[in-house]
């Protein structure tokens, strides 16, 4: 009896040590992506279109392509709300589950995790926002922030401004007013306009809002309405954008005069001004609209199917396709780490290979299904961003249009500050560790 009963213990033993051994198995057998959002808080109508294209994105792929190079995606949301201390938290409750790349979209997050990558093994991608700095990538080998930093953004809109006016000698003596969510990043491209405003002879006018003034801006307002500057230029999010757009347009600013950044240019944002935010400017590095083999796939495979969040009517959005945009570009790294490596399954210190390696040229966009919906990206060893260009587009009271062709960053301008404001980190934090991964290559 007792040697029955100690072959039937065995005998479940063995079956619960291979379901755990499946269990270990099945979650090896696939690449960890996750993906910090906030589908809460006040940045939620932001952060909810992004977040859903860059899981439909993801989705779409699992579902048509069984995922990247045979093995499926592990796709994992963490709830950030945009607050920074649940942001580190989600870092920690993640570390240990061998993530390729952590996408914070917050600038905060982002300050507060670039100091955890390289010690954690996990690169971070913040694309076209947090630390401009760490676009040098002697220094910052386990982050990145392609396509564009903020100065870049800065130094494109100025480029376009001074086109406007006939050329950069006539900005000598305008008035450029820069309002700014007050915060990290907010106040990231402030070093470079001073500069610029130096260099071509403008007045810079600061309108800073707090977080809880982003409903409201009267006082701002009031202060543009006085101080009467040529052109505005919005660092916003969240709440702030429509707030300040419907601002702008109940004071009588000129709308073909105010620009925001790449993130204060979503429809919501534009919608905020009703009819009157016609002709509202922002950047735009993403494509327009749902015109796009892949953007069709996403449709087909997910958002028909009812795998998406997505409100049938905001498909394909601004911030919904800036989404995709970002997964695009993991997806492009995870397919890099896997020639470099030969393995299928990758992690962290493999993907971290991927993205020093992005090669994103007009050819492969449309092999990926998005012909012209991104200009070429370019990422080496040294220079972990690309200072790829942005285009302009404009609010016609319904929609965005395209108006400009891609404005170039000004180099010239924007590189010895990055290497300044690079070198000025490392010295401020002491310890920082020089750089000792080899540079990635391509096979």
């Known amino acids: 009896m007792k040697a029955r009963h100690l072959f039937v213990g065995l005998a479940c033993a063995a079956l619960l040590g291979a379901a755990a051994l499946t269990g270990v198995a099945q979650a090896q057998d696939k690449i960890f992506v996750p993906l910090f959002t906030y589908r809460t808080g006040p940045f939620a109508n932001s952060g909810i279109p992004i977040a859903n294209g860059m899981h439909d994105y993801l989705t ?9 190079g045979g ?3 592990d796709v994992e949301e963490c709830e950030t709300g945009y607050d920074t201390k649940k942001g580190v938290e989600c870092w920690e409750s993640i570390k240990d589950k061998h993530p390729t790349v952590v996408n914070p979209f ?4 982002t300050l507060q995790l670039i100091p955890k990558a390289a010690v954690d093994k996990i690169p971070i991608l913040s694309m076209a926002y947090g630390l401009s700095a760490s676009a040098v990538g002697k220094d910052f080998p386990w982050v990145f922030n392609p396509p564009a930093t903020y100065w870049d953004g800065m130094s494109m809109i100025i480029r376009y401004i001074a086109g406007k006016e006939g050329g950069f000698a006539k900005l000598k003596g305008k008035k450029i007013g820069f309002i700014y969510l007050d915060a990290g990043y907010g106040r990231e ?3 470079l306009l001073k500069d610029l405003a130096k260099d071509y002879g403008f007045d810079v006018k600061l309108y800073p809002v707090a977080g809880k003034e982003m409903q409201d801006q009267s006082s701002q307002w009031l202060s543009v309405r006085r101080d009467r500057p040529n052109w505005m230029i919005m660092w916003g999010w969240g709440a702030m954008n429509p707030t300040a757009v419907k601002r702008a347009a109940e004071n009588g600013y000129p ?52 795998k998406s969040q997505v409100e049938k009517d905001k498909f394909a959005d601004t ?7 970002n997964t695009a570009m993991v997806a492009e790294a995870i397919r890099n780490a896997q020639k470099i490596t030969g393995k299928k399954v990758v992690d962290g210190a493999d993907v971290r290979k991927g993205l020093e390696t992005l090669n994103m040229t007009a050819a492969r966009w449309k092999e990926l299904g998005f012909p012209d919906f991104g200009t070429a990206i370019h990422v080496t060893c040294d220079d972990h961003n690309g200072h790829s260009p942005a285009y302009m587009q404009q609010w016609d009271g319904k929609e965005w249009h395209r108006v400009s062709d891609w404005i170039e960053p000004m180099k010239d301008k924007v590189m010895p500050l990055l290497d300044a404001a690079a070198a000025d980190y490392v010295k401020k934090n002491a310890g920082w560790p020089k750089r000792s991964e080899a540079c990635a290559k391509l096979p």
């Open 255 to 306: 709308m073909d005069h105010f620009i925001g950044v790449w993130w204060s240019g979503s429809d919501d944002d534009a919608r905020g001004g009703g009819t009157q935010a016609k002709g509202y400017l922002a950047l735009n590095f993403s494509g327009l609209g749902s015109n796009y083999p892949a953007i069709q796939d996403i449709k087909k495979y997910v958002v028909d199917k009812g």
């Open 71 to 73: 093995v499926k995606l």
């Open 106 to 109: 917050s600038t905060g997050i």
């Open 189 to 191: 491209p402030i070093p």
């Open 319 to 325: 911030f919904y396709n800036r989404g995709v945009f």
């Open 60 to 68: 779409m792929l699992n579902e048509r392509d069984g995922g990247i």
